[in-house]
């Protein structure tokens, strides 16, 4: 998509203080979505206000950013949840646990390892397995006891 770029410099209508001048973005990192902080790779050069860091973006303009952090956010996701499974999976949870925890269909994780992007919710279980995986199975295995099987592989793992 093309990048309108401001020519001139113009006053913030945000602060009013400081000027909104034509500023190169790559590796500013923005809330999307449900990350606070995306880092853009794309090379975009947009109106940003010297003094607070506003930004007044036309249609064209706001459109390349959403495809600029949109891209980056799958990247990121995509390495993440692939990295979360790999790690609980090197811990010797299954994909079928992994999958039963979460409440997944058979063979979704293995399309998260490859190319699909998790929901919000799908990914936070995913890290709670990941980081507290005694706590978070104790409180889902309530819900499902044939969770019993994870939490001895957890507890094998843990000594």
């Known amino acids: 998509m093309p990048n309108k770029v401001v020519r001139t410099a113009r006053a913030c209508g945000s602060c009013g203080e400081g000027m909104l001048r034509p500023t190169r973005v790559v590796g500013m990192a923005m809330e999307h979505r449900d990350d606070p902080a995306v880092r853009i790779r794309?090379?975009?050069?947009?109106?940003?206000?010297?003094?607070?860091?506003?930004?007044?973006?036309?249609?064209?303009?706001?459109?390349?950013?959403?495809?600029?952090?949109?891209e980056a956010y799958r990247r990121k996701r995509l390495r993440q949840q692939r990295a979360l499974i790999n790690d609980l999976r090197r811990r010797g949870i299954s994909q079928q646990q992994i999958e039963r925890f979460a409440d997944l269909s058979p063979g979704y994780v293995s399309k998260l390892r490859k190319d699909k992007l998790a929901s919000g919710s799908t990914f936070r279980l995913l890290y709670l397995l990941h980081e507290f995986p005694r706590e978070a199975v104790d409180a889902v295995s309530r819900l499902d006891p044939r969770l019993g099987e994870m939490r001895a592989r957890i507890e094998a793992a843990a000594n």
């Open 42 to 70: 794309s090379e975009l050069v947009l109106p940003v206000c010297d003094a607070c860091g506003d930004m007044a973006l036309d249609a064209l303009q706001a459109a390349a950013l959403d495809e600029a952090l949109e």
